[in-house]
């Protein structure tokens, strides 16, 4: 039994600013599924480059007129299997089980197109998750990344409903007694003279199902309608405003929710998208020239940490320029933010403050000025020079790269959503553009604090638990009812799991996951997520996870940045334990003593500061947290119960 949300009059309630950016935007409000955008958009951009790969062999150039026949080409030659149907309102299932490239958004439409629901998920995932998500979803029909991927799942499917399989390579199929395969050319080639049979979709029609991580259980399947997708397509222009054209740079996978709608959104407005990877993006960035990127807190950490190292590089005299710069420009951008009312830590500023605060901004304004002509930049063009907005998701961004962005002249808007959401329910504006929040809600959408425990709504300003409330919340789990009846009340209003309160202005202020709230052995409650961010700030931390649960104090794992540490045990003469330069000591006190340093200056200068967030015990470990070793997940959030279990004996040796 599937179990849907009521039905919500709410009306798109654009304020008279996103109105006035939104006129120069195609309006897709008379739309009522995915595949009519992609007419459109051919009718509209025609030649306009809509997909890149540069790296594909040979590269990959797509235009808008060829994206709209290929994924109706795709969807032709599904239909001539003619296993796809609709049974209780739900259409057949059919699973993407591959990565980034053209062919997976060809495919991702086409089958939507087809007239069934696509079933997405990263070809590198585990072979376990795979078979699950296979035989949970019934998916009648696989599309695959390649041979190799096949061949991990193959000795399963025939336990399965898979009736044929496609190959998004152009492999020869291997041969194959009971299971029909084809490889793209040879699938494609099946819709090149067969018209598309029209089917009937509608907004309440199921577009996708999109499975949970399942770090903490199996996971469960997001069923997503058009609807949902589509309230993203529609009210995404309230943040960004591009125009035909412009460039963006894909690098998160586009299986995952949030860079799914953010391309849809995109690619509906006639932007051209290229392709790439961690091991280009650098290149790629300064090569295209993107004027938007979509990303999480860890890639624009990586871009930091990328130019502090470019600074730390410097002769001395000039890495004290550029410090002497950076250090003003900060005082700058904090007393801008007093001036026009976008201070988190002073949202109702005085007379008098607001006047100091403008003194301030006024007297350092040529300094930073300077830092801009002599630093920031150079240190743009390291990013294209042509960025308008840069957009995060996924996870808290942490103040120290609010601040740095906000003064190199690169604006980052932060958003807020979960995969249950589609994803995107807050997000800033550029004209409001409030530091440390996940911003006002999008158009439609409603936002509610309640007590955790007894569910009742909580005064403004009070923190609690996040509840939301919009066209975007899922259809329910697939298959799932209880769980969707835990995630969703009868009023609609859906439990996101996270903490927050709201600003008189309607921000919403994201302060942590209740289900990693760290309870001390004291009673008091604390949420890790801006206690880490803090302490990323220190040059020394590349990763930081905290931990501590009934215990008397917090405690921390950390990966150093070995090449910060390095440089800093070279200019302190400190002995290595070998000749080799990666060789240092962790457990040597001198070292113990600098990283004790930076955890209680970070955790002490970080706003809202209590004695219980400081940090005990804490231990320095060599491997990264990686997709690789299982401990963060494809948007490069760490998976604190995989991680906690990793190291439990660590743990119970640092609280010994």
């Known amino acids: 039994m599937l179990m849907n949300p009521p039905a919500l009059n709410m009306s798109y309630n654009f304020t008279e600013q996103e109105r006035y950016c939104l006129k120069r935007l195609v309006d897709y409000s008379s739309v009522q599924s995915l595949p009519e955008i992609w007419q459109l958009a051919h009718q509209r951009f025609g030649n306009t480059i809509a997909l890149q790969d540069p790296h594909a062999v040979p590269e990959t150039v797509i235009t808008y007129t060829q994206l709209y026949q290929q994924i109706q080409q795709f969807a032709a030659a599904l239909q001539t299997f003619q296993v796809i149907e609709v049974q209780n309102s739900v259409p057949s299932r059919i699973a993407l089980i591959a990565d980034n490239s053209p062919r997976w958004f060809i495919a991702d439409q086409g089958?939507?197109?087809?007239?069934?629901?696509?079933?997405?998920?990263?070809?590198?995932?585990?072979?376990?998750?795979?078979?699950?998500?296979?035989?949970?979803?019934?998916?009648i029909a696989l599309v695959v990344e390649n041979q190799q991927t096949l061949q991990k799942l193959r000795a399963d499917l025939d336990s399965l409903s898979i009736s044929f399989v496609i190959l998004l390579s152009d492999e020869t199929p291997e041969a194959d007694a009971s299971l029909r395969v084809l490889n793209f050319p040879q699938f494609m080639a099946l819709g090149e003279n067969q018209p598309l049979q029209p089917v009937q979709q509608n907004r309440e029609t199921l577009a996708t199902l999109m499975y949970t991580s399942g770090t903490t259980g199996k996971p469960k399947g997001v069923m997503l309608t058009h609807g949902n997708l589509l309230h993203q397509v529609e009210t995404l222009g309230a943040i960004v405003q591009p125009q035909v054209g412009d460039r963006v740079l894909s690098i998160l996978p586009t299986w995952h929710v949030y860079e799914r709608t953010g391309e849809y959104f995109l690619l509906s407005q006639g932007c051209t998208q290229f392709y790439t990877n961690i091991r280009q993006v650098k290149k790629d960035i300064r090569e295209f020239k993107p004027n938007y990127m979509?990303?999480?807190?860890?890639?624009?950490?990586?871009?930091?940490?990328?130019?502090?190292k470019q600074f730390r590089e410097q002769p001395l005299n000039k890495q004290r320029l550029i410090d002497f710069f950076l250090t003003n420009s900060q005082r700058f951008v904090e007393a801008r933010r007093i001036v026009h009312g976008l201070s988190l830590n002073s949202l109702n500023p005085?007379?008098?403050?607001?006047?100091?605060?403008?003194?301030?901004?006024?007297?350092?304004?040529?300094i930073h000025a300077l830092g801009e002509k002599i630093v920031y930049q150079k240190v743009r063009e390291a990013t294209g020079g042509q960025l308008k907005q840069v957009i995060s998701g996924g996870g808290s961004l942490a103040r120290h790269l609010e601040t740095f962005f906000e003064i190199i002249g690169v604006e980052v808007l932060v958003g807020y959503g979960l995969t249950e959401t589609a994803p995107v329910t807050n997000a800033r504006r550029q004209w409001r553009n409030l530091r440390g929040s996940s911003g006002q809600p999008l158009p439609g959408t409603q936002v509610r604090i309640v007590d955790p425990e007894t569910r009742q709504p909580l005064a403004q300003g009070e923190r609690g638990l996040v509840m939301v409330r919009g066209s975007q919340i899922m259809q329910g789990y697939y298959q799932n009812p209880e769980a969707t009846a835990k995630a969703i009340d009868?009023?609609?209003?859906?439990?996101?799991?996270?903490?927050?309160?709201?600003?008189?202005?309607?921000?919403?202020?994201?302060?942590?996951?209740?289900?990693?709230?760290?309870?001390?052995?004291?009673?008091?409650?604390?949420?890790?997520?801006?206690?880490?961010?803090?302490?990323?700030?220190?040059?020394?931390?590349?990763?930081?996870?905290?931990?501590?649960?009934d215990q008397k104090s917090l405690g921390a794992l950390i990966v150093p940045n070995l090449e910060a540490l390095q440089q800093w045990a070279?200019?302190?003469?400190?002995?290595?334990?070998?000749?080799?330069?990666?060789?240092?000591?962790?457990?040597?006190?001198?070292?113990?003593?600098?990283?004790?340093?930076?955890?209680n200056r970070e955790v002490k200068n970080r706003p809202g500061y209590r004695p219980d967030d400081r940090i005990g015990p804490f231990d320095l470990i060599l491997e990264p947290f990686s997709m690789e070793n299982g401990m963060m997940t494809q948007t490069l959030k760490i998976k604190r119960p995989v991680v906690t279990e990793h190291y439990r004996d660590i743990i119970n040796k640092m609280f010994a």
């Open 570 to 599: 070279t200019s302190q003469n400190i002995e290595q334990v070998q000749d080799n330069a990666t060789d240092i000591d962790l457990n040597s006190k001198t070292i113990q003593s600098l990283f004790r340093q930076e955890l």
């Open 111 to 139: 089958i939507i197109t087809s007239g069934a629901a696509n079933v997405v998920r990263s070809s590198q995932a585990e072979r376990q998750e795979l078979l699950f998500i296979l035989e949970n979803s019934g998916s």
């Open 294 to 308: 979509i990303g999480v807190p860890r890639l624009w950490e990586s871009i930091y940490e990328g130019v502090k």
């Open 350 to 366: 005085s007379v008098s403050e607001r006047l100091s605060a403008s003194v301030q901004a006024t007297t350092l304004s040529p």
């Open 490 to 549: 009868s009023e609609g209003w859906f439990d996101t799991g996270d903490l927050g309160w709201v600003t008189p202005d309607d921000d919403l202020v994201i302060t942590g996951r209740a289900k990693d709230t760290i309870v001390l052995s004291n009673g008091e409650n604390i949420e890790p997520q801006p206690i880490e961010d803090a302490c990323l700030r220190s040059p020394y931390i590349d990763q930081i996870m905290l931990v501590g649960q």
